[in-house]
């Protein structure tokens, strides 16, 4: 079946310790993450430790938003963050992002990776450029958010 692999790259003007916090503390995400603003009523709920390996957060929402789970499983401060996602709707999906911070003088490299297993639709969608284009959008646009917040 075969894993699908989606990578946006942004360079931001702030130090890894600046942006780090941003990415590994998941009630941080409501500043950046591309698909707030989906549902204004959306249902979120943070478990776990505070922040780091073992944070949890699970939202529930309306069709656009879908429902699924977040969890952080591998830090390395300041340059890395992985956190497993499982969407339960619109439909059942796992994958992997990951987030490393490479310093370039004053300024960062963020680079966020997904990876997970091929569904039925990013089978099909995935040699068409599609499942690519759609990721990769909301990827670019959580990254700009992300770039705004952490050069305040």
């Known amino acids: 079946m075969g894993e699908y692999t989606i990578t946006r790259t942004e360079t931001i003007a702030a130090l890894p310790e600046r942006i780090y916090p941003l990415i590994v503390d ?77 310093p370039r003088g004053a300024e960062t490299e963020v680079t966020w990776t997904m990876t997970g297993p091929h569904s039925l639709f990013s089978r099909i969608a995935a040699p068409l450029g599609i499942f690519d284009k759609m990721l990769g959008k909301d990827f670019e646009k959580g990254l700009t958010a992300l770039k705004s917040e952490a050069e305040i």
Do not use: C, Q
Request: hydrophobic letters at 35%; a neutral charge; aromatic letters at 10%.
């Open 26 to 102: 998941l009630h941080e995400w409501r500043r950046w993450s591309p698909w707030e603003g989906l549902d204004a009523g959306l249902d979120r709920d943070y478990s776990g430790v505070e922040s780091g390996v073992g944070a949890r957060y699970a939202w529930s929402g309306n069709r656009k938003a879908g429902k699924g789970t977040m969890e952080i499983t591998e830090v390395t401060e300041p340059t890395r963050v992985a956190v497993a996602v499982a969407f339960e709707k619109p439909m059942k999906s796992t994958s992997t992002s990951v987030f490393t911070l490479a």
